[in-house]
């Protein structure tokens, strides 16, 4: 079984930052590919980033490119939130793909208020 905690999060008004944790521990054998989706009310799930098992390669929505960052230590990953909007408002998800299965975090609300 595999796990994903996730921390952070929170309201924030506009401009600000916030920064997201998601550690996965339990039967992981290799450092997974990770990344971060996010679903709005009334929306579909969305990718926001996700990051290669080295880390060593990045990809981004085009919404949140250059304001987002994600990062990782082995099998915990990151996303660096600046200059939030009220359109990043969303409950944010983490996942991992572990043994070409993939497992999902408990998910975070982020609030931008304007």
């Known amino acids: 079984q595999v796990q994903l905690v996730q921390s952070g999060g929170g309201l924030v008004q506009a401009g600000g930052s916030l920064r997201l944790a998601c550690a996965a521990s339990g039967s992981i054998f290799n450092i997974p590919p990770m990344g971060w989706y996010r679903q709005a009310p009334g929306k579909q799930r969305e990718l926001v980033a996700t990051i290669t098992s080295s880390g060593g390669s990045t990809k981004y929505a085009d919404s949140v490119q250059g304001r987002f960052t994600i990062s990782r230590d082995n099998a915990k990953i990151y996303l660096q939130m600046n200059s939030l909007k009220p359109e990043d408002t969303a409950v944010y998800y983490c996942?991992?793909?572990?043994?070409?299965?993939?497992?999902w975090g408990q998910g975070t609300q982020v609030t931008v208020s304007s």
């Open positions: 996942n991992a793909l572990v043994s070409n299965q993939l497992y």
